[in-house]
């Protein structure tokens, strides 16, 4: 399984960006899929999830409104667009998968079962 995640960068607070994780190796439309980060100093926190189908989501309490996560199974690629980004998200984003295929969204950094390799998201000032 492989999970390259892409479109990190460096944007003003109050900016936009859009993530990618391209998954292979695996039937991504039986995965549940999420987005991790781990912010310089700090532990990795859940920041959002999504059942495989693509009809539920759940969103961590700090970036609720702001991002929104998706997934296109036809391309086998995960999304997360962040707005009205702030210094505090500054963080290494990573996507996951987890094998569990029920309607439940999957929060639990354990619940997943393979990682990527993380995209750097700098926001400033």
């Known amino acids: 399984v492989q999970l390259q995640a892409s479109g990190g960068g460096l944007v003003q607070a109050g900016g936009s960006l859009r993530l990618s994780c391209a998954a292979s190796?695996?039937?991504?439309?039986?995965?549940?899929m999420g987005w991790f980060r781990q912010g310089p100093g700090k532990d990795r926190e859940f920041v959002a999830g999504?059942?495989?189908?693509?009809?539920?989501?759940y969103y961590g309490h700090s970036v609720q409104g702001r991002f929104t996560i998706s997934r296109d199974n036809a391309k086998n690629t995960l999304y997360l667009q962040m707005n009205s980004l702030k210094p505090e998200d500054t963080a290494v984003y990573y996507c996951?998968?987890?094998?569990?295929?029920?309607?439940?969204?999957?929060?639990?950094?354990?619940?997943?079962?393979?990682w990527g390799q993380g995209t750097l998201v700098t926001v400033s000032s």
């Open positions: 996951a998968a987890t094998n569990y295929r029920g309607r439940h969204v999957s929060t639990a950094q354990s619940q997943y079962d393979h």
């Open positions: 190796g695996l039937t991504f439309s039986r995965n549940g």
């Open positions: 999504i059942n495989p189908g693509g009809t539920s989501t």
